[in-house]
């Protein structure tokens, strides 16, 4: 009878420390998700050259329905420099521009928002998988994870992709109706249409879905027509713009295939030396380096004092091998979570290693964490699933859990607001900024766009916003003064 009410006593010690901290766990998401908003006019300091790209392709949009070259109302908003601006970003853009306006801490604002979407998603999508109070653990990753969130404090549109393949893992695994399939194809193709490499990523995906399910239910064929009639359709407008090469501009510069950059490291293009190139650029987005110390070698993706990877998410590799030892350890294999989850655990190991594919073909920046943010919903499924899978098995570990990921998150701000904002300058052209900041008179106006000439998106951006021109405004004059410019043979 004491045995009994002693195991009582324990279990219930048990249950009050997971509640304390679930507790502590949406407090600090709520806290820590919070401080996204926090000084977006000022954290990074200065502008991308990308982020006034999307102000201005924005206020075009919002105002007259054209992208920054005046082309109305596009399916890809044309970038002479970078990747052109996706429908997935340009439209919904236009709502929220007229509600908090178009400059560029506005748009890292909406860059936030869209990943909290994501984060919301992946809730909804641990849930229906492992229950809700792994799904918390799930958000607590995507919170502490420097991995979305530097480059998602930036006006870039690249994590709409992961946003939208989450979603439309949601309703994949919803439910086996056509509707909810059809919904998933469509959100799927939202995320192709999002980011490049998802392009290449988004079809293995839904390879690996197929093989996941296989044989795990009675096939029906009214849901797979759904699925696919959906995802073509949804995709046929693209098809034009590939087949003119226009979607393929920025890719064929920066390819492994691209002849200037064979021939800068002396290869001739064979395909052993592609390959080579490729394993070589692969295994560097694995080095100990770019995954737990020091993260992307760019200031615009990372603050270059944490790993990809945070502390909580190595935590759970750490997990997950302390399960792979126990399997050998123990006979009764079926209770191991590895074991457990075996198939899901490689369905997420294999699309996180997909997801590195599309960045391996690429031959600048590298390791480059925004060309494998497709990896990153897999990875936070991952480390969500670990840790819940322990604390599960030892209860004593829940306060531990709460801690690890509030320290992650901690470290990561403290980090991000103090040691940051002065590191990361230069890779934001602040002193565009601070030079037009400190314009008076219209001659200084003038000295400013001769100075800056080459700059064409900067300084409609500031004109825009400093001088209250309209995009057509901006833009014309720009082009003015580009005239005159080659008239005089100065540009």
Not at 40 to 64: F, K, N, R
Not at 180 to 187: E, N, Q, R, S
Not at 367 to 379: D, V
Request: hydrophobic share 50%.
């Amino acid at each position: 009878m004491r045995l009994s009410a002693r195991k009582f006593d324990l279990s219930l010690s048990f249950l009050m420390l997971k509640k304390v901290a679930l507790i502590l766990i949406v407090l600090a998401v709520l806290v820590f998700n919070a401080l996204r908003f926090w000084k977006l006019d000022t954290i990074p300091y200065g502008y991308h050259v990308d982020e006034t790209g999307s102000a201005d392709t924005v206020q075009c949009m919002a105002q007259i329905g054209c992208d920054a070259e005046l082309t109305h109302w596009p399916l890809f908003a044309f970038m002479q420099y970078g990747q052109d601006k996706p429908p997935t970003y340009i439209y919904p853009a236009i709502i929220w521009a007229k509600v908090f306006g178009t400059t560029v801490a506005s748009l890292r604002a909406y860059s936030v928002f869209g990943l909290l979407v994501g984060i919301i998603g992946l809730f909804f999508l641990a849930r229906l998988l492992w229950g809700s109070s792994a799904a918390l653990v799930v958000v607590l990753a995507a919170t502490c994870s420097p991995w979305a969130w530097v480059v998602t404090r930036v006006a870039l549109e690249s994590f709409f992709a992961p946003v939208f393949a989450i979603l439309g893992l949601y309703f994949f695994w919803r439910s086996r109706r056509s509707f909810d399939w059809g919904i998933a194809a469509f959100l799927f193709a939202c995320a192709m249409y999002s980011y490049p490499p998802a392009r290449m990523q988004v079809p293995l995906m839904i390879l690996t879905l197929s093989v996941y399910h296989w044989k795990q239910r009675p096939v029906q064929w009214r849901p797979y027509l759904s699925f696919g009639m959906v995802f073509v359709l949804s995709l046929i407008p693209m098809l034009p713009q590939y087949l003119n090469g226009t979607l393929a501009r920025r890719f064929n510069l920066i390819s492994i295939a691209n002849q200037d950059y064979l021939h800068s490291i002396g290869a001739t293009g064979t395909p052993w030396d592609l390959v080579c190139i490729f394993i070589h650029n692969y295994f560097l987005h694995l080095s100990p380096d770019f995954l737990f110390f020091t993260g992307d070698p760019s200031y615009v993706h990372s603050t270059r004092h944490l790993g990809t990877l945070s502390w909580f998410d190595t935590g759970a590799l750490v997990i997950f091998l302390v399960f792979l030892v126990l399997i050998f350890l123990r006979r009764t294999w079926g209770d191991n979570p590895v074991i457990r989850h075996r198939r899901m655990l490689i369905f997420l190991a294999v699309n996180f290693f997909i997801g590195i594919i599309p960045s391996a073909l690429t031959n600048q920046e590298l390791p480059h964490a925004l060309r494998i943010c497709g990896s990153w919903p897999f990875a936070m499924l991952f480390s969500g699933l670990m840790w819940y899978s322990a604390a599960e098995c030892l209860k004593a570990l829940w306060p531990l859990l709460a801690l690890v990921g509030i320290l992650s998150g901690g470290v990561l701000v403290w980090q991000y607001f103090t040691v940051y904002p002065q590191e990361s300058k230069g890779m934001f052209d602040y002193w565009l900024k601070d030079a037009a900041d400190s314009l008076k008179t219209q001659q200084d106006w003038q000295k400013f766009l001769l100075v800056f000439h080459r700059r064409n998106y900067q300084c409609m951006y500031f004109m825009e916003h400093r001088l209250g021109m309209t995009c057509k405004q901006a833009h014309d004059v720009w082009w003015q003064l580009l005239r005159e410019l080659q008239a005089r043979g100065q540009w």
